[in-house]
């Protein structure tokens, strides 16, 4: 039984989706003013792993990426490159779409963009006036928070009795509490703009989301998820907006947020010389080891990004693929009956973890205690081709969910002639039981770097 971390209650659920068998499943998108950083690749990553463990469960899963291509740093960008929103945002969306396959994330199903939805925000946002729950100023049409009795229920924010209902005069545009959001804005002198019942302007940033995740998943959604930054105000806003509109509760069952990226101890800004683009990240490492970083790590977890965790990545994940190099190479060897226990213990304590809140620390923590049994046992030399092929199988199995494993066997590397000569003599020598001259020529090979091994399959090589 899979069980989740739900925002909304926080507490860990049981996951029961709206219609059995599908997951309806939402996560909030980049704005796309510029190319996309590490804390996207963390948070779009961490979701691509529960995505496809869901999907390994066996889940029908319709997962909605949005692209937030209107806001006020698209504005501010294209206008200081002298270019429009749309080519700033077609830009950096082609950019994005690199990176998110650079980086083995399974494309989402559906990637609305914002402005392609402007007739059914401004639908929404009619239906919330008309209901008496958003009202228009002088700038714009906002989202009356006293009007949502249950405004606060995501963040747990109490809101103060003067927030409630009191009409609060706080600035020359007579919004009525400084709480309510913009739902739409009018569009000032040089803003991208488009018509609506409220004359020429833009949508708010938080209907985007409500519209979109009706539009492409239905009124109520399964799975809703982001990073911590955005339970408030974002998600609470969302929720405002869709329950209000649809008068469903509750919009989304689940609430998942994954944690936040810090690049060495602090938080990524341009003016602390630490922000770090996706095509800057993937220019300096290997996105399987960034990958492989990211599945280490519980997706609640702050997580702090630096060279030295990448490294390590690299390494383990590297250890992982020689271990997967050492099975394909095996041929012939004695049946080890303890392979087919070894392998469904370590199905279920995989499953077991991730059914728990997709608890990938203790995930990995059973598949080591595999790798270490499945390279003790190699070494033993107790091994049939079967059950080398039944543990790729395997390994190509939980692969299913982290796509970041190597299952192609490595090209032999060629020696040059006279080394091959040498080890053929050597053969022939032993054959001859002439052992002094056997390890004459061994020793030789050694001193040039390579090593011999004397296997059941024949003498084979390697460089040290
Ligand atoms: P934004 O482009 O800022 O609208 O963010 C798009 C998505 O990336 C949202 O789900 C954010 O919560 C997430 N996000 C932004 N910055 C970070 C970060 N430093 N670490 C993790 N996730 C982030
Ligand atoms: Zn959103």
Same mark, same amino acid.
């Given at each position: ?39 996207? !690749? ?26 937030? #291509? ?14 429009? /929103? ?35 925000? /401004? ?19 906002? &989202? ?9 229920? *995501?963040?747990? /924010?109490?809101?103060?009795?003067? &927030? ?16 309510? +959001?913009?739902? =739409?804005?009018? !569009? ?28 492409? *998943? ?21 929720? !405002? ?50 990958? %492989? +970083?990211?599945?280490?790590?519980? %997706? ?54 991730? #059914? ?7 995930? =990995?923590?059973?598949?080591? @205690? ?15 081709? @079967? ?34 000569? *040498? ?19 061994? #020793? ?21």
């Amino acid at each position: 039984m899979l069980k989740l971390y739900n925002t909304r209650t926080r507490e860990i659920e049981e996951f029961w989706p709206i219609e059995k068998g599908k997951v309806k499943m939402y996560v909030c998108g980049p704005t796309v003013y510029g190319p996309g950083h590490i804390g996207h !690749a963390r948070t779009y990553t961490a979701f691509d792993f529960i995505r496809r463990y869901l999907e390994y469960s066996k889940y029908n899963v319709k997962y909605v990426v949005n692209i937030t #291509d209107v806001h006020d740093d698209m504005i501010k960008t294209a206008n200081k490159e002298g270019i429009t /929103i749309f080519e700033l945002a077609n830009r950096n969306i082609k950019l994005f779409m690199k990176d998110l396959k650079e980086l083995g994330i399974k494309e989402p199903n559906v990637m609305p963009r914002v402005t392609e939805h402007i007739k059914e925000i /401004i639908a929404m946002t009619k239906t919330l006036q008309e209901k008496g729950i958003a009202y228009e100023t002088e700038d714009g049409v906002y &989202f009356a928070i006293s009007k949502f009795p249950n405004y606060g229920k *995501l963040a747990k /924010i109490k809101l103060k009795k003067s &927030f409630t209902g009191t009409r609060v005069e706080t600035d020359k545009y007579d919004k009525e509490n400084p709480m309510d +959001f913009a739902l =739409w804005k009018k !569009a000032k002198e040089g803003e991208p703009s488009w018509d609506s019942p409220w004359g020429k302007g833009r949508p708010g940033w938080h209907i985007e989301c409500s519209v979109m995740s009706s539009k492409h *998943l239905g009124e109520q959604i399964d799975i809703h998820g982001g990073a911590v930054d955005l339970v408030f105000p974002h998600h609470e806003n969302e929720i !405002a907006q869709s329950e209000a509109t649809y008068g469903k509760e509750p919009f989304v069952k689940y609430w998942m947020h994954a944690g936040f990226l810090n690049v060495r101890g602090e938080k990524m800004s341009k003016s602390l010389g630490n922000f770090i683009t996706i095509p800057e990240l993937l220019q300096k490492y290997n996105p399987k080891a960034f990958r %492989y +970083f990211i599945a280490s790590l519980h %997706y609640r977890s702050r997580i702090d990004f630096n060279d030295e965790a990448i490294a390590q990545a690299q390494k383990n994940l590297d250890k992982w693929n020689n271990t997967i190099q050492e099975l394909l190479s095996l041929e012939k060897g004695p049946e080890n009956k303890e392979v087919a226990t070894l392998i469904a213990t370590a199905r279920e304590s995989f499953k077991k973890a991730m #059914d728990e809140d997709f608890n990938l620390p203790n995930a =990995w923590a059973s598949l080591y @205690d595999f790798q270490s049994r499945v390279n003790s046992i190699i070494a033993e030399r107790v091994f049939s081709k @079967d059950n080398a092929d039944a543990i790729l199988l395997f390994l190509k199995e939980i692969d299913f969910v982290f796509d970041f494993f190597e299952f192609k066997k490595k090209e032999e590397e060629a020696l040059p002639q006279d080394l091959l000569n *040498l080890i053929e003599e050597r053969e022939k020598v032993r054959k001859e039981k002439n052992w002094g001259e056997a390890d004459r020529i061994r #020793d030789l090979l050694k001193e040039k770097g390579i090593e011999l091994l004397d296997t059941p399959e024949g003498v084979k090589w390697k460089k040290t």
